[in-house]
């Protein structure tokens, strides 16, 4: 029985460079995206992902570019290299099959790439509600409206982790960041401290400034204005202002003083 040459049975296995900058270029694409897919995971499972945004995505580019340099070498030992053979070994006699295998696995992992590298840009289209602020909850509870500008967001995943974090700061009743708005709008019962949103927006690895505080009124619910008037010259101008203001829609109660 004639025994196979050891360099014809080594010509059966797939080149391993190939295989490494394969599994290298998934490896850093994988987590070139983390900062966007691992705080999803995180809260997925109820954990805190604090943090983990701009942690990963201050490595980003350096992963992206080690992800295409696995690439560039992987189709140059596919498709470019001239391996000098000597006649009837291994390199020279190689399994079309394997060949064949290894080109269709990496252009596979191309496009696995590609969709792990661009998922910042495109994860906006499933899970953005457009950051508008829904109407106020029903409620007779007094409410108000905080508007807080946000830096440090890189992608919709970061709106994601920043209104589950805002949600569990107590007295939040409704929260919609607006991750092209860079923008947390926050419907909150009245007394609540802004220091609790805005210390709720750091631990995420953000930073928080609030635009504005106004109160919301609500059905059921009435709120008190007070109105500085200039010109009034007696107690007559008073009662004619008085009778106006009453005419507005929502008025319930109108007092106007001339002498306060």
């Known amino acids: 029985?004639?025994?196979?040459?050891?360099?014809?049975?080594?010509?059966?296995?797939?080149?391993?460079?190939?295989?490494?900058?394969?599994?290298?270029?998934?490896?850093?694409?994988?987590?070139s995206s983390a900062c966007c897919w691992l705080p999803l995971l995180l809260i997925g499972f109820g954990l805190s992902a604090g943090g983990v945004a701009s942690a990963f995505e201050a490595y980003r580019p350096a992963l992206l570019a080690v992800t295409g340099l696995f690439l560039a070498v992987g189709f140059y030992l596919a498709y470019l290299r001239n391996e000098k053979c000597e006649p009837d070994s291994a390199c020279a006699t190689p399994n079309r099959k394997l060949l064949l295998f290894n080109k269709i696995s990496l252009w596979a992992a191309t496009v696995v790439v590609a969709g792990f590298a661009f998922f910042p840009n495109y994860v906006g289209a499933f899970l953005s509600d457009g950051?508008?602020?829904?109407?106020?909850?029903?409620t007779s509870e007094a409410l108000r409206v905080v508007k807080v500008d946000i830096e440090g967001m890189t992608?919709?995943?970061?709106?994601?982790?920043?209104t589950a974090a805002l949600k569990r700061v107590?007295?939040?009743?409704?929260?919609?960041?607006?991750?092209?708005?860079?923008?947390?709008?926050?419907h909150v019962v009245a007394g609540t401290e802004q220091a609790t949103l805005i210390q709720a927006i750091e631990a995420t690895g953000d930073k928080g400034k609030v635009r504005s505080s106004d109160p919301i009124v609500v059905a059921g619910q009435s709120q008190t204005l007070f109105v500085e008037i200039e010109g009034m010259t007696c107690e007559a101008c008073a009662v004619g202002i008085a009778a106006e203001l009453k005419k507005v829609l929502g008025a319930s109660r109108v007092r106007v003083s001339s002498s306060a």
């Open 1 to 31: 029985m004639v025994q196979p040459e050891a360099s014809a049975i080594k010509g059966k296995k797939a080149p391993l460079g190939e295989m490494l900058t394969t599994v290298g270029a998934l490896f850093s694409a994988v987590l």
């Open 155 to 162: 992608c919709e995943a970061c709106s994601v982790n920043l």
């Open 170 to 186: 107590e007295g939040t009743r409704q929260v919609a960041v607006s991750f092209e708005e860079k923008l947390a709008t926050v």
């Open 131 to 138: 950051g508008d602020a829904a109407p106020p909850p029903a």
